[in-house]
């Protein structure tokens, strides 16, 4: 391995504990300066080969390891875990799962304080950090109540407080907007200018491509499992009983002293499918939950968290759906499980599922719950990849044909245009209808 050789992995194959397939014949070797652009369908691995990567495989994941992992000529099941991240900063798709305490300074310090320096190196390398990625705004905040590109450049600030030589990034794109995304590819081009390395999984290329990034596409697993729509039936997803418009009054909500939208009125008509837009921390997720207020009758509307992980409360997927007021059959759940490829994870913890297999889950469970009038979700392509996108799509058609309402918050333009014929958009305090495709 040459000098200048910051990572060197060959992993023959990886089998979780419940025999679940995770990686076969992975190779990667990163140097100084490098960035590695990992691609490729969901299931085929790319998450297995992060936390790999990255020492969470076999620390947290249980399972058969065949294979090496080395960082700067260092075997990585020789490091104690609190030394990896001066070799690389992991970025996980879900930066709240990376979170252990409750204000953003805190946080920023907690990583430094593991690596035993003086006092006064943490508090200048924690003050460098803060005004490098413009935090000093948040630094009383919650970290779990902030946007999702605040969120992102929280824990960047964690992690690069360390120095570490390489990023290791999961989906990082998925849940920022354009503004955020611009900021967070400059950064990135800052570090790997610094001599340092890139390594991100994501399921779509970079368009416009980051400069001199090298494209690796992973192939899927055997025995892999394509999900289909066809097994969604009346019995699962009944007509809606109620033809009348579904109609709100929106409080006016802040967010400290900025203002989210203000009181109004929001009529949605049987089986319509509604697109909300707007940049991160514009209010999208706390419209979404004030829908959700419902008048009484019950539940009317289920909801999709923007982080599933909120939502799962059992040891297994199984269990779940055991707690579910009108629980499905066992020949009903096993369908809709295989809807969503998830049918071979019944007895596994949802916790320990991929960012998109969580999402697909948490959809699963919001049309088990049967709700009488609709359905909103928040991000709900995250950790997909086209097939599941189109999938994601049909599912949300069968039931505006059924005569549900769907309102879909996302970030995903091009999918949320074919998904949602009207649209709204977020920002600035204003609650707008715009034409799909980006006007007013």
């Known amino acids: 391995m040459g000098a200048s050789s910051l990572l060197s992995a060959r992993i023959n194959s990886f089998c979780y504990r419940n025999g679940s397939p995770g990686l076969e014949n992975f190779t990667l070797t990163v140097h100084t300066g490098d960035v590695q652009w990992i691609t490729g369908p969901s299931g085929c691995g790319k998450t297995t080969a992060l936390r790999c990567l990255s020492g969470l495989i076999p620390r947290l994941y249980a399972g058969e390891f065949d294979g090496k992992v080395c960082m700067q000529g260092v075997d990585m099941q020789t490091l104690p875990g609190w030394k990896i991240p001066e070799y690389a900063g992991v970025l996980l798709q879900n930066p709240t799962s990376q979170f252990l305490t409750d ?14 320096k003086s006092e006064k190196i943490i508090t200048e390398r924690a003050e460098s950090m803060i005004e490098c990625l413009t935090l000093s705004h948040l630094l009383k905040r ?25 990023l290791l990034l999961d989906e990082p794109f998925g849940r920022l907007d354009k503004t955020s995304r611009k900021e967070l590819l400059s950064w990135l081009e800052n570090f790997k200018n610094q001599g340092n390395a890139v390594v991100a999984f994501d399921h779509s290329i970079l368009d416009p491509p980051f400069p001199g990034h090298q494209v690796i596409t992973m192939s899927g697993i055997k025995g892999q499992k394509v999900p289909s729509r066809g097994a969604l039936s009346e019995d699962i997803i009944s007509p809606c009983i109620y033809k009348d418009k579904f109609s709100i009054q929106l409080p006016a909500m802040k967010q400290g002293n900025v203002r989210l939208f203000e009181s109004q009125k929001f009529v949605i008509e049987p089986g319509e499918a509604i697109g909300l837009t707007g940049p991160n921390g514009s209010g999208k997720s706390t419209l979404l939950r004030t829908l959700c207020a419902g008048s009484g009758r019950g539940l009317e509307v289920a909801m999709v968290f923007e982080n599933p992980d909120l939502q ?4 297994s997927v199984a269990e779940e759906f055991s707690h579910i007021p009108k629980a499905l059959g066992q020949g009903e759940l096993l369908r809709l499980l295989e809807v969503f490829g998830l049918k071979s994870y019944l007895e596994i913890p949802p916790l320990l599922l991929s960012e998109g297999e969580k999402k697909r889950l948490g959809m699963a469970l919001a049309i088990a719950l049967k709700p009488s009038r609709g359905f909103v979700l928040d991000e709900p392509t995250l950790g997909l990849d086209n097939i599941q996108k189109q999938l994601m799509g049909d599912v949300i058609r069968l039931l505006t ?36 495709g980006g006007g007013r």
């Open 103 to 116: 204000n953003v300074y805190d946080e920023i310090l907690f990583g430094l304080q593991l690596s035993g």
């Open 142 to 166: 919650n970290p779990r109540d902030l946007s999702s590109g605040e969120q992102q450049r929280v824990m960047l600030a964690a992690l690069l407080g360390r120095a570490p030589a390489m």
């Open 312 to 315: 799962f409360f059992c040891a």
């Open 401 to 436: 044909e059924g005569g549900y309402f769907v309102v879909v918050a996302s970030h995903d333009t091009p999918w949320l245009n074919r998904v949602c014929p009207r649209q709204f958009t977020l920002g600035d305090g204003e609650l707008r209808e715009r034409k799909p």
